[in-house]
């Protein structure tokens, strides 16, 4: 998966009608991909009135795409409260064009792991990285031990692990 190609598979209608408030926008986050291309796996956000959040979302190809975002406290610090139409598309355009994209999550893992000063993502990263630990052992189960059940078919691998994630499978 290319950067350029992000942006294909955002889900405009249902980001456009988010709410665009100040001190986070997990509203917009959750749901900036469609949900049948790409489920969140894993986030954080900063317990404060004003700081960031980083979301994971695994692609059905596989893929990990991560994103951070930054939030304030009021429309004086904060470029999402209120924000026109053009305004809220451009903002999308840039989190999603400066995400860390992955070929898989044992990539994301091993990229997280290896401490990187001048990555703006840092802190980010690393308070995500737990979450997706624990979800590439659910991923190698799966594709270990019912590797029969879903052999040559990376979809239904892929849809069984959202549907974990969902908690429609426990």
Known sequence: MERHQLPNFID?????????????????????????CAVVIASWIEDNYQGGEAYAYLFKDGYLVIIQDSFGSCSGCDSWEDASDQDAERLIRAMVNSSKIF?????????????NESDYYGQYLININN??????????????????????????????MCNIVLGVIK
Do not use: Q
């Open 12 to 36: 405009w209608p249902t980001v456009m009608k988010a709410e665009r408030c100040a001190s986070g926008h997990s509203d917009v986050m959750e749901k900036i991909f469609y949900n049948n």
């Open 131 to 160: 979450d997706l630990k624990k979800y590439n052992k659910i991923y190698k189960k799966i594709t270990i031990d019912e590797a029969p059940l879903y052999i040559n078919d990376k979809n239904k691998i892929i849809n069984f």
């Open 103 to 115: 070929k898989n999550i044992d990539e994301a893992i091993n990229y997280i792991e290896k401490p």
